[in-house]
C-alpha cells in the first residue's frame, strides 16, 4: 500500500496536519489498515524534501499543516493513471500452498481446499454482515469492503475449480529428490565456476 | 420447533446397479429467522434437497418436517395444502403467471386456497409494499417489470399469508451484481423478521448473505460455516 499516494490524494482535498490526514485516511478504508501517526509524519518530510508538498506556518495548537504543490499533483495524477503492477502484490500463500499440496505426498488435497472454502466463507459471512449493518455505508468504506467481498469469491471459485481439475486429473507420486545432482546441473554449476 | 428439518434423509434415483445416492443420510434444522445457504458442485444434491424440503420429491428413507408435520403422514391433498400455506418458492426465472398483474400474481397462492379475491388482492399489494414496490407497479404485468421488480414480486408472492419457509433455487440468476443484491437484502430482511429461508447458491458472494452455509458433496454434508463472533478483530488483519 502507498502511504506517500495516498497522503498527496487525501491534500488535494485541502491543507491538512499529520493527525487530520491519519482520521480521514483511516475513515476512508473503515480502518481497515491502521496507520501509525509516525509513519504519516516520516512521510510528510519526506514529501516535503521532495517538494511534493509543502509545509506551512504552524497553526495556534502548534500543528503545522501541508499543503501539496504542483509538482505533488503531478505526481499524484499519475499514479491514478497508472494501473497497480502484479509485482506490486505479495506473493499469494494459498496459491503456494496448494502448489505444493499437489505435489506433497500423503496430502488430502480435498480436504486442504475444503478447509480453505470454509475459512473464506466464513470471512465472507463477516463482511457481508459488515456490510449489512449500514444502510447508507460511505462510499469509500463500501468500496473497500466490496473489494474483499470480490476477492473472498474469487478465492472460492478457484478453489472450486481447482478442486474440479485436482479430481480429473491423474497426478504422479512424487518422487524423492535424487542423491545426487543430474548432469545438467552439474554443467550449469561448472560453467558458473 | 424448527420451520424446517430433515432427519436422516436419503433419497436414492433408480435401483440396483443403477441406483443413485442423491443425498444421503442428511440431517438439517432451520429456525424461524434464519437464512441457510446450500453451496456444492453440479450434482452434489442441492436440487434434490430443496425438493425435499419443499415436498416437490419424498425421501427414500428419513423424515422431512415442516413446522413439526412430518410430510410422508399426509395424503396429496394435504400435502398440497402444506406447501400452499406454508412454504413459498423463488425461482431464477421467477415463474411468474405472465397473464397475471404482480398483484395478481402476489395473489395468487392466496386465491388458490380460498381466500376471496378482493381480499387477497389487498394482502398482495400489502406483501408487494413490503419488498418496495408501489400499487402503481403493483398493477403491471411481468414483461413490464425489471428483472429486480419481477424478482421483488416472487419473494413478495412465496412468504404471503402466514408462510414462513421461503425456498430459493438461485433466485438471483440473471440478475446484474447491484440489483442481485438487492433481492438477497431483501431474502435476509424477510428472514430476520422470522421467516426461515433455504437458499440453494453457486456464488459465495450470495451465500455470504447466510447465517450458515452447509456445503455439499456427492449427496453428503461435507462441512458447514457459520461465521465467528466477532468480525472487527478479523477486518484488524486484513493488512
Known amino acids: 500500500m502507498s502511504v506517500k499516494h495516498s497522503l498527496l490524494a487525501l491534500l488535494e482535498r485541502g491543507p491538512a496536519y499529520g493527525y487530520q490526514l491519519r482520521s480521514a485516511f483511516e475513515s476512508a478504508t473503515g480502518n481497515t489498515w491502521p496507520l501509525n501517526i509516525g509513519q504519516v509524519y516520516t512521510t510528510l518530510n519526506r514529501l516535503e524534501r521532495d517538494q511534493l508538498v509543502e509545509a506551512l506556518p504552524e497553526n495556534d495548537s502548534g500543528q503545522r499543516p501541508y499543503r501539496i504543490t504542483a509538482s505533488g499533483r503531478r505526481h499524484l495524477a499519475g499514479w491514478f493513471a497508472s494501473p497497480v503492477q502484479a509485482a506490486d502484490r505479495p506473493r499469494d500463500e494459498l496459491t503456494i500452498k496448494l502448489a505444493l499440496a499437489v505435489t506433497t505426498p500423503g496430502v488430502d488435497v480435498a480436504d486442504v481446499i475444503q478447509r480453505q472454502r470454509t475459512a473464506t466463507l466464513r470471512l465472507l459471512q463477516e463482511y457481508t454482515r459488515l456490510k449489512a449493518a449500514e444502510e447508507q455505508p460511505e462510499l469509500a468504506w463500501r468500496l473497500v469492503l466490496e473489494s474483499m467481498i470480490f476477492r473472498a469469491e474469487a478465492e472460492i471459485r478457484w478453489l472450486d475449480h481447482t478442486e474440479a481439475v485436482v479430481a480429473r486429473t491423474v497426478r504422479p507420486e512424487p518422487r524423492p529428490f535424487p542423491q545426487h545432482a543430474d548432469e545438467t546441473e552439474t554443467q550449469a554449476l561448472q560453467e558458473k565456476r | ?239
Open chain 2, 1 to 239: 420447533m424448527s420451520v424446517l428439518q430433515l432427519q436422516r434423509v436419503t433419497r436414492v434415483h433408480g435401483d440396483g446397479e443403477n441406483a443413485v445416492n442423491a443425498l444421503v443420510d442428511t440431517d438439517l434444522a432451520i429456525e424461524a429467522g434464519e437464512l441457510v445457504a446450500i453451496m456444492g458442485p453440479s450434482g452434489s444434491g442441492k436440487s434434490t434437497l430443496l425438493n425435499l424440503a419443499g415436498g416437490l420429491d419424498a425421501p427414500t428413507s428419513g423424515a422431512v418436517l415442516v413446522e413439526g408435520t412430518v410430510l410422508a403422514t399426509l395424503n396429496k391433498k394435504k400435502l398440497a395444502a402444506l406447501r400452499r400455506r406454508s412454504v413459498g418458492y423463488v425461482f431464477q426465472d421467477y415463474n411468474l403467471v405472465p397473464s397475471l398483474t404482480a398483484a395478481e400474481n402476489a395473489a395468487l397462492p392466496l386465491e388458490l386456497d380460498g381466500m376471496s379475491a378482493g381480499r387477497a388482492r389487498t394482502l398482495a399489494h400489502a406483501a408487494l409494499e413490503e419488498v418496495g414496490l408501489d400499487a402503481k407497479q403493483g398493477d403491471r404485468f411481468p414483461d413490464e417489470l425489471s428483472g429486480g421488480q419481477a424478482q421483488r414480486v416472487a419473494i413478495a408472492r412465496a412468504l404471503i399469508g402466514d408462510r414462513r419457509l421461503v425456498l430459493a433455487d438461485e433466485p438471483t440468476g440473471a440478475l446484474d451484481s447491484v440489483t442481485g443484491e438487492e433481492v438477497l437484502k431483501l431474502l435476509r430482511r424477510r428472514c430476520d423478521e422470522g421467516a426461515a429461508g433455504l437458499l440453494v447458491t453457486h456464488d459465495a458472494r450470495h451465500a455470504g448473505w447466510a447465517d450458515r452455509v452447509v456445503f455439499l458433496r456427492d449427496g453428503r454434508v461435507v462441512d458447514s460455516s457459520a461465521p465467528l463472533a466477532d468480525a472487527e478483530t478479523l477486518l484488524e488483519g486484513a493488512q
